[in-house]
């Protein structure tokens, strides 16, 4: 008896939504997570860990950035991070703060 596809492929996902510091919304995901950091060893010799941002800007040249704290909990994780970083839609004032 047949019980459905088998999947070579798949993925969990956990996400946070918002306009708020990157670092805010960042340590609020990471404190939803498993602390205990062999079961992130566990899971990253078996699976590929990643930490996406999906970077929204309004305006042209900005950026973000995280604190070595934030750093050392993602890197405690084994997530490598992705950004995906979308610019604003038409012109756009190089002069613009």
């Known amino acids: 008896m047949k019980r459905g596809t088998l999947w070579r492929k798949g993925a969990w996902l956990l996400g946070s939504r918002g306009s708020a510091d990157p670092e805010e919304l960042t340590a609020g995901l990471l404190d939803r997570l498993a602390v ?27 950026g973000l950035e995280l604190s070595p704290a934030l750093v050392g909990r993602i890197a405690r994780v084994r997530a490598r991070v992705i950004f995906n970083i979308y610019g604003p839609d038409g012109p756009v004032d190089v002069n613009d703060p």
């Open 36 to 62: 205990d950091e062999s079961v992130w060893i566990d899971l990253a010799q078996r699976h590929d860990l990643q930490l996406r941002f999906g970077l929204f800007l309004e305006r042209w040249n900005r």
